[in-house]
């Protein structure tokens, strides 16, 4: 696994240094290999399908002029998800609250009695479903919780993308946690 990692640091690198040059078929290797997990933080984090699209477009810009400000060495998908989430902070300052919709309760319904919970979500699922359950969430807790609960990311990898220590991202966790855990027995479900 060790070489694996290796390896890819070294693709990585390659690239990154492709595309410092320039070389903007180099940058469109780039755009493939991370704009699902682009688009999937930001929808996530934006609960709106065209926001979220607009924000692939606008990480990848971002990530394209800022390419010679890379630092080799760390990981470029940190990198990406560093820009991406402030990109979408910004967004989520700007836009005005989002409140659950009727349909919302309704689709987090059906979704956590559906026998088969490994089926694939589809993007207006997953706005329901998340714009539901973050209802209450500050920006900050919305943040970590999107970075650890749905997208798996380690605490030290939200660390880094964030700029919280690790008191930080653990204390927003808990809370976001708290406040999921309470949204979700107002909707009658028993979380212990």
Same mark, same amino acid.
């Given at each position: ?5 290796? +390896?890819? !640091? ?6 990154? &240094?492709?595309? =410092? ?8 290797? /780039? ?14 984090? &934006? ?5 979220? +699209? $607009? ?7 971002? /990530?394209? =002029?800022?390419?010679?400000?890379? *630092?080799?060495?760390?990981? %470029?998908?940190?990198? !990406?998800?560093? !820009?991406? @989430?402030? &990109? ?9 609250? @989002? /409140?659950?919709?009727?349909? $919302? *309760? ?9 026998? $088969? ?15 539901? %359950? ?8 919305? &943040? /970590?919780?999107? %970075? !650890? ?7 030290? *990898?939200? *660390? ?31 979380? $212990?």
């Amino acid at each position: 696994m060790v070489k694996s990692n290796i +390896k890819m !640091i070294q693709i990585e690198e390659d690239i990154v &240094l492709r595309c =410092q040059r320039g070389e903007k078929e180099a940058f469109r290797r /780039v755009v493939q290999t991370y704009q699902r997990m682009v688009f999937s933080l930001s929808l996530k984090m &934006l609960c709106d399908e065209e926001e979220a +699209k $607009d924000m692939v477009q606008e990480t990848f810009i971002r /990530v394209w =002029q800022s390419m010679r400000e890379y *630092e080799s060495g760390k990981s %470029l998908t940190t990198w !990406i998800y560093t !820009i991406a @989430t402030r &990109l979408c902070l910004d967004r989520l300052r700007g836009m005005k609250h @989002t /409140v659950p919709l009727p349909d $919302d *309760e309704r689709v987090l319904r059906r979704f956590a009695s559906d026998a $088969d919970s490994q089926r694939a979500l589809e993007n207006k699922e997953w706005v329901s479903i998340v714009r539901l %359950l973050a209802e209450g969430l500050g920006e900050k807790q919305r &943040l /970590v919780f999107t %970075l !650890i609960q749905l997208e798996g990311l380690s605490s030290q *990898e939200a *660390e880094e993308i964030t700029g919280m220590d690790a008191k930080q991202v653990k204390s927003n966790l808990y809370v976001a946690r708290q406040t999921i855990r309470e949204q979700l027995k107002k909707l009658g479900y028993d979380t $212990d």
